[in-house]
């Protein structure tokens, strides 16, 4: 089975402009975020899919492979599947352009989830604490019994009803992985209803009924945003060094 990454990389962003293009200790981090998804050593190939050609030459700058965007693309899945085009794999995994440091032990654990026959979409889980699960920006899920996702919520679920102290929240990790043809059925579905309250994408496939098995995994992934977010990437690379 043939296994393909591909990193959705917009130039624009709103709270930090032009951030896949900041510098991150000597390289850009779109440069690191390509670097480490592809030293993880789970991909048959790692393509960049970007619509802008600074972004473009810093990849090939790279040796690496780009597919330039020929469309407008509201979410990073529909970016990728127009690069389907281009890249001939069974299995694609959608590595966020701004989460830097990439973990090969998460992306294994992803990946291994599809060695079960009838998984078709997969993603990564960390635990985090009640505090941190009422910021909206980290975007919970609840899961059955089979480690299939329920539902993803901006807000805290479940909610804590008895106050119990042994309560846990699980914090989606947005890696995704996708069959080829899940990926391009559902990038050709319309948004869904509770896709558009909460602005989550994967809602649209809970809406339609697939399921999609979350993979546990205790790495943190620093994802950029804000300046903030910057600052601490660039402090975790100078405590790695």
Known sequence: MKIAALIPARYSSTRLPAKLVQDLGGISVIQRTYLSTFAAGVFDEVWVVTDHKEIERQILDLGGNVYFSKKNHESGSDRIAE??????????VNVQGDEPFQDPKSLQGLVAAFERPKVKMASLMCRISEDEAYNPNAVKVVVDEKMNAIYFSRSPIPFNRERSEDIFYWKHVGVYAYTR???????????????????????????????????????QAIAIDTKEDLDRARNFLKSIL
């Open 181 to 219: 043809e899940l990926l391009q059925e559902y990038t050709a579905w319309p948004k869904g209803y509770l896709e558009q309250i909460e602005m989550l994408e994967q809602l649209r496939l809970v809406e339609k009924g697939v399921k999609i098995r979350m993979v546990e995994t205790t790495h």
């Open 83 to 92: 690069a389907l085009e281009k890249v001939d794999a069974h299995l694609i």
